[in-house]
């Protein structure tokens, strides 16, 4: 019996306008109405992630920053892992000598970048919610980053060169999209934190349910006893996955929940 579902955001919850259809929040309350907790499992920031909860009206702890952050009570932080202050200031003295546009994910929630970002927009169309400062390299902001977000294509170059003179094994480089690469604590880790959240309800791997689309889902998914790749998820995914579900343009989080978990039909 499926007691926990861990849901990832962009691509999965989020249709292509990055909104949360009316079946896949209908699947939701249905899953909570009968005693069904529910997890966002995200690399938004918490701010937004916990908006999304309360909208939700989930009661247990939420997953932000690709596992480096779990919320509870919308806002509360409960776990964290920190860039640490001195990568933090390589991190964008590097980015600053490359002219590249960067953005620090606080856990505060909010995104920070510096007045004269050259690639706002590839910022701005993320829709979170960001602010402008005079210096992303204040100690203030440093001992708050969870996240650092780079504007970097694939293959320019920056991304091999931040890797060759950042050595240390406290951060880990991950890419984040085509425009983009992303910089975590090294710990920080979405199946973790999933498993944090299994310890807190005493929830075993056979009463889990993990719902993903990318890469970074890989290892949940896997080790879930039920595991779902969404039919516009990596192929990778989808070999590992129990069952592949629509899309998430066509409520492919509520296709899951209705069938496999509260075994309704979807009409």
């Known amino acids: 019996m499926i007691k926990l579902i861990a849901i990832d955001l962009d691509g999965t919850l989020f249709d292509s306008k990055s909104e949360i259809s009316r079946e896949n929040k209908k699947a939701i309350a249905k899953c909570r109405e009968n005693g069904i907790k529910s997890v966002i499992t995200s690399a938004k920031p918490s701010?937004?992630?916990g908006k999304l909860a309360k909208m939700l009206n989930l009661d247990t702890p939420q997953i932000s920053y690709s596992g480096a952050l779990i919320i509870e009570n919308y806002t509360k932080i409960m776990f964290e892992l920190k860039v640490p202050p001195?990568?933090?200031?390589e991190i964008i003295s590097l980015c600053r000598?490359?002219?590249?546009?960067?953005?620090?994910?606080?856990?505060?929630?909010?995104?920070?970048?510096?007045?004269k970002h050259p690639y706002l927009k590839i910022v701005t169309d993320t829709g979170d919610k960001i602010v402008k400062t005079k210096n992303v390299a204040s100690e203030?902001?440093?001992?708050k980053a969870i996240m650092f977000s780079i504007s970097a294509y694939e293959n320019d170059g920056f991304e091999e060169f931040i890797k060759s003179k950042i050595k240390s094994k406290s951060?880990?480089?991950?890419?984040?999209?085509p425009t983009s690469f992303l910089i975590f604590n090294s710990k920080a880790d979405k199946f973790l934190a999933v498993r944090k959240v299994m310890e807190m309800y005493d929830i075993e791997k056979d009463e889990l349910m993990a719902i993903g689309d990318s890469n970074n889902d890989l290892e949940i998914v896997k080790f879930a006893g039920i595991g779902i790749a969404m039919g516009n998820s990596v192929e990778d995914l989808k070999k590992i996955a129990d069952y592949i579900v629509p899309d998430n343009d066509s409520n492919g989080v509520a296709f899951a929940i209705n069938n496999y978990v509260l075994n309704q039909k979807v009409l």
């Open 86 to 89: 001195e990568e933090c200031k």
């Open 171 to 177: 951060i880990k480089i991950v890419r984040g999209s």
């Open 97 to 115: 000598e490359w002219g590249k546009g960067l953005t620090l994910g606080a856990n505060d929630g909010l995104l920070y970048y510096d007045e």
């Open 140 to 143: 203030e902001l440093i001992s």
């Open 47 to 49: 701010l937004i992630v």
